[in-house]
């Protein structure tokens, strides 16, 4: 099935903000998750039916410090990811991690596990990613 784009402009957001400072994003803008423990994105996505499928954050941290977050989908947790810095804002990579969804609306919800918050994430891609940029985490 051909991999769909959400930007994470569009999602749900809990303690961030979007902005559009640093190029290279997709879409409008992205979202600068606040500096705190618990900040989340959350995009809901839809199966047509039940899958185990690549979910891909596009991501930017211009630190050179991990910013890890969690992972939850349907609101149960899947795993941690690490965020590592890419160089600087304007660098974007891709992280994949496989998941099961299914069938209707899925919740992915990625949250900030660290003082730092999360990166500046840009968009998940649901399906199998494409492009020179991105690695399995
Ligand atoms: C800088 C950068 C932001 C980033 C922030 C952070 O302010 O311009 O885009 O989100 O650092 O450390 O989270």
Do not use: C, K
């Not at 051909?2 to 992205?30: C, K, L, P, R, W």
């Not at 499928?53 to 989908?73: C, E, Y």
């Not at 891609?125 to 985490?137: C, N, Y």
């Amino acid at each position: 099935e051909a991999a769909t784009v959400h930007e994470a402009e569009n999602a749900t957001i809990s303690q961030g903000v979007v902005e559009s400072d640093h190029a290279g994003y997709t879409g409008t803008g992205f979202v600068n998750y606040v500096n705190v423990v618990g900040s989340y994105v959350e995009f809901t996505v839809d199966a047509a039916a039940a899958e185990t499928t690549a979910l891909t954050f596009r991501f930017a941290n211009g630190t050179t410090t991990d910013r890890p977050m969690d992972i939850m989908v349907n609101g149960t947790p899947l795993r941690s990811v690490s965020f590592p810095g890419t160089g600087p804002w304007t660098s974007w990579r891709q992280t994949t991690v496989e998941a099961a969804l299914t069938a209707g609306a899925n919740t992915i919800r990625a949250t900030a596990t660290t003082a730092n918050g999360g990166p500046n994430l840009d968009s998940l891609t649901v399906g199998t990613p494409s492009g020179p940029d991105w690695s399995v985490a």
